[in-house]
């Protein structure tokens, strides 16, 4: 079986083809620049050279017509045919209260889709574009759409209620949701097979990477995430300051005289590791280089990017009455060791310590890093969300 995963954004369509008996990447590649000058395709097949056409990409359906051509061409392709694709998943940000798991796509889940525009207004668009352009490339195949918050919503109610009047509940749908939901699924079920921990294992999975977000699940059941309504809440990110003190856009406001969308766009692209550092980057090497030549806000940023992920798990640890398992995945939580053993200093009240020469020499690879005697087993798991959507996709069309 052959599974194609698409994620597309506003001006973009990402993809691989997914061969599921081996669970390999045949193919991968993207298309950028859609419908804005310079668009180009380029298509990457593990041993070969990468394939890069630079062609006008007027609209999502033409992108995925070159992607079609690119997989079953003589020279560059994977497969002799499409009908080798069996089915195609798709990343989709927000299902909103409706889905709580990935499903196949009708009309009924196109409208929801579109219902929750206003609450994912940079990615539902672009997410529904890609269904419907794979929909009219690929006539009577089936599309599987999986849902970026659906791993949250197994959240119970005193999680994902904002202390707020109740009628923004009932109104507007205004509640915590959790993002980056395929990440945490998949690692914290990887995890549970990995560490051998056992069905019941209580999991916290740390998602660092220029986004960043903190799980805690029950057998791979999600009891609280840290992203909220949308992706700003939780922990410091690479531009997004995180949870916050509402009033502080209110204060900002009024001494700038700039509107609350100026001050939730500083929040979200001008903050973070970025912003407490004095503008060096969203990336944590060049922060961390300038830490170590003497930079005081780079090292006032790192510091204040571990504790606050320190404090998340020591408030996880209660929610779950205890955790079986820390899990460190994504750019930063796969590769940037200082960072965990920054982190896990924290956690010497749970009993838990990490072997520094394995933390070390593990990187973008499944290890578990803590000491034989550490009460909680610490892990590297990279996470791989196009398998997960891939998965979900297969197992969703098998007898269809
Ligand atoms: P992601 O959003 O998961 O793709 O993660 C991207 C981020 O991971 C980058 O912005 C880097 O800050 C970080 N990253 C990647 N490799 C390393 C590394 N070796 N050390 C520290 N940070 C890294």
Same mark, same amino acid.
């Given at each position: 079986m052959k599974i194609l995963v698409i994620n597309a954004g506003s001006s973009s369509l990402k993809y691989q083809l997914i061969? @599921? /008996?081996? /669970? *390999? &990447?045949?193919a991968k590649g993207a298309c950028e620049r859609i419908g804005i000058p310079g668009s180009k395709l380029t298509h990457k097949v593990s041993g070969k050279e990468d394939f890069v056409k630079e062609t006008p990409i007027p609209e999502h359906k033409v992108a995925v017509e070159l992607v079609m051509e690119a997989l079953i061409? *003589?020279?560059?392709? &994977?497969? =002799? %045919? $499409?009908? /080798?694709?069996d089915a195609v998943g798709h990343r989709v940000l927000h299902g909103g209260t409706v889905y709580c798991d990935s499903i196949v796509v009708n009309e009924d889940v196109k409208r929801i889709i579109r219902e929750y525009f206003d609450l994912g207004p940079l990615h539902n668009p672009a997410n529904l574009t890609g269904i419907e352009a794979c929909e009219a490339a690929m006539p009577g195949k089936a599309n599987v759409a999986v849902f970026d918050t659906a791993f949250g919503m197994a959240m119970p109610e005193k999680a994902y209620t904002? *202390?707020? !009047?109740h009628e923004y509940l009932e109104k507007y749908s205004i509640r915590r949701y959790g993002f980056h939901g395929t990440s945490h699924n998949f690692v914290s079920h990887e995890a549970i097979q990995f560490g051998a921990l056992g069905d019941n294992a209580k999991v916290i999975v740390c998602h660092l990477g220029n986004g960043a977000s903190i799980s805690a699940s029950i057998g791979g059941k999600c &009891?609280?995430? +840290? @992203?909220?309504? $949308? !992706?700003? /809440?939780?922990l410091i990110m690479g531009s997004r300051s995180g949870d916050i003190d509402p009033a502080v856009a209110q204060y900002i406001c009024n001494k700038e005289g700039k509107d609350i969308n100026e001050v939730l766009n500083i929040f979200n692209k001008q903050s973070g590791i970025l912003g407490m550092s004095g503008?060096? +980057? $969203?990336?944590f090497r060049d922060v961390q280089k300038a830490a170590d030549e003497g930079n005081h806000l780079a090292k006032v940023a790192l510091d204040a990017f571990a504790y606050r992920v320190a404090k998340y798990i020591g408030a996880y640890t209660a929610a779950m009455n205890g955790v079986d398992a820390i899990v460190f995945t994504a750019g930063v939580g796969e590769n940037d060791a200082r960072m965990r053993g920054q982190i896990m200093e924290y956690m010497g009240y749970l009993g838990a310590a990490i072997d520094e020469d394995i933390n070390k020499a593990s990187r973008g690879k499944e290890a &578990?890093? %803590? $000491? *034989?005697? %550490? =009460?909680v087993k610490v892990m590297v798991i990279p996470t791989n969300e196009e398998l997960m959507i891939a998965r979900d996709t297969a197992n969703l069309t098998a007898n269809l």
């Open positions: 061969d @599921m /008996e081996t /669970e *390999a &990447v045949l061409d *003589a020279d560059h392709g &994977v497969i =002799k %045919s $499409t009908d /080798e694709i904002y *202390a707020i !009047p &009891v609280d995430t +840290s @992203m909220g309504l $949308t !992706p700003l /809440e939780g503008g060096i +980057s $969203t990336d &578990v890093i %803590s $000491t *034989a005697d %550490s =009460k």
